[in-house]
């Protein structure tokens, strides 16, 4: 069965370092997500990216983060100068359809980011 | 108004019982309701989902109840057994923006045998 995939597991990184999260979508899938969970809280999505460009961000998401596909199957998340409170766990998901299909998003095991 | 509550935070249920995880809303765009099971070490997968045009959906032993007018959704896990022992969460996306999933904050669920 396909499935997203994630590396690396898991990422120590010293605070103001910049950190670059890999994920392999599926295959045939157009549009990919990143979303992130601190320890015990819920899931927050960070952003949409389709047909090579950010289709939608949340709050989360600013000048600190940026995503990118740099070929036919990578998509990373990169943040720079990280702080303290960027440690929690980053998922990629993707999805071959979007509000005229099934909304189903397939997620990676995710990469957990430790800043110290 | 985005926010998805859930409740509750953990449950502890025996082998053959029904788990009843509930989650409320306020955004009325939200159309599509997903409930996600994520066990230790993975990431979220997708058990059941429900739109709001219908009161309950069935798939096996789990089954989502929507009460559109209150505002409230619900998993019913029937004859829980050890191995649905996982986190489980809601979620909830509104028509009116893109893809972008609300989460509910999780419900640890252990089926004690």
């Known amino acids: 069965e396909p499935e997203v995939t994630q590396t690396p597991s898991h990422q120590v990184t010293q605070m103001g370092q910049e950190v670059i999260l890999r994920c392999v979508p599926i295959?045939?899938?157009?549009?990919f997500y990143w979303y992130r969970q601190i320890l015990g809280q819920k899931v927050e999505f960070l952003v949409s990216?389709?047909?090579?460009?950010?289709?939608?961000k949340s709050e989360i998401f600013d000048d600190q983060f940026s995503v990118e596909r740099p070929d036919g199957s990578n998509f990373t998340l990169k943040i720079r100068s990280t702080k303290l409170e960027d440690s929690a766990m980053y998922f990629c998901?993707?999805?071959?359809?979007?509000?005229?299909?099934?909304?189903?998003?397939?997620f990676g095991p995710g990469t957990r980011l430790t800043v110290t | 108004q985005q926010q998805v509550k859930q409740s509750p935070q953990s449950l502890i249920v025996q082998k053959g019982g029904i788990s009843i995880i509930n989650c409320a809303y306020e955004?009325?765009?939200?159309?599509?309701f997903p409930w996600y099971q994520q066990f230790p070490g993975k990431g979220p997968a997708l058990l059941i989902a429900?739109?709001?045009?219908?009161s309950e959906k069935k798939e096996g032993r789990f089954t989502i109840s929507f009460n559109k007018s209150a505002k409230q959704f619900s998993l019913h896990i029937m004859d829980s057994q050890p191995g649905d022992s996982a986190t489980y969460f809601c979620?909830?996306?509104?028509?009116?923006?893109?893809?972008?999933?609300?989460f509910g904050t999780g419900t640890s669920l252990t089926v004690i045998p």
């Open positions: 998901a993707s999805s071959d359809t979007t509000r005229a299909g099934s909304y189903e998003q397939y």
């Open positions: 295959s045939n899938h157009l549009y």
């Open positions: 990216f389709y047909n090579n460009e950010i289709s939608e």
């Open positions: 955004n009325t765009a939200f159309d599509y």
């Open positions: 429900i739109r709001p045009d219908v």
């Open positions: 979620a909830a996306i509104p028509s009116n923006t893109g893809n972008q999933f609300y």
